[in-house]
């Protein structure tokens, strides 16, 4: 019995990573947090010295993207569910990130912020999510614990990249360059959707008294 137990508990992170898709779900998700700790600890600094909104513009634009950011998470996790394919919703709110964050770069104005934080930011938001729900239907008919094992592995990647990324913007901003920021945070965003297209969209098996 011992015997039995001790290569799956001693395979460790090798085992993990051999894992059909593992390394392609890994590189995903380390570009994905990266992008995300690039570009977001330096929103609020970006709105009130380049786009020069003021306190109550800063709440609002904040509080909008905070509450659509909820709903089209909301929306999209139930929509996603019930399609036998997640890969396109995935794909697809790492493009709408790409987008909004190469958009907030050139777009120094409260408006224009606004309706891009409802409209874009709000589905790239989603990708995050999304991700991880696709990561978990593809490794659903992994043996044994390895399928948990290797969520918390994406998960400690993904927790990786905002060691990394939050430094190296304020070294872009050194030159107060904001648009190279936000620039490089979406070219995060595609950059991540390339590893998924290895990864075959898998419709989530249930599993009893548990909510997807």
């Known amino acids: 019995m011992t015997t039995t137990a001790t290569p799956a508990q001693g395979s460790g992170l090798g085992a993990m990573l051999r894992l059909p898709y593992a390394l392609p779900l890994a590189l995903s998700c380390f570009l994905l947090g990266f992008g995300l700790s690039l570009a977001v600890p330096y929103m609020a600094l970006y709105a009130v010295k380049k786009a020069g909104m003021s306190p109550l513009q800063l709440g609002i ?4 993207n905070a509450v659509s950011a909820v709903a089209v998470a909301t929306l999209l996790a139930r929509w996603s569910d019930r399609l036998p394919n997640r890969k396109p919703i995935v794909l697809a709110t790492m493009a709408a990130g790409t987008a909004a964050y190469a958009l907030i770069g050139v777009t120094p104005h409260f408006a224009g912020l606004l309706v891009i934080g409802a409209a874009l930011l709000s589905l790239g938001a989603a990708a995050f999510p999304q991700m991880f729900s696709f990561a978990r239907a593809s490794l659903q008919d992994v043996p044994g614990d390895l399928a948990d094992r290797a969520m ?20 872009i901003l050194g030159a107060g360059n904001y648009t190279a920021v936000f620039l490089s945070a979406g070219a995060c965003f595609a950059l991540s959707a ?19």
Do not use: D, E, K, N
């Open 61 to 64: 634009f904040l509080t909008v």
């Open 152 to 171: 918390t592995l994406l998960r400690a990647v993904f927790s990786l990249s905002w060691v990394v990324g939050p430094g190296l913007g304020a070294v």
């Open 194 to 212: 390339l590893p998924l297209l290895r990864v075959p969209g898998r419709r989530p098996q249930p599993t009893p008294g548990i909510t997807p």
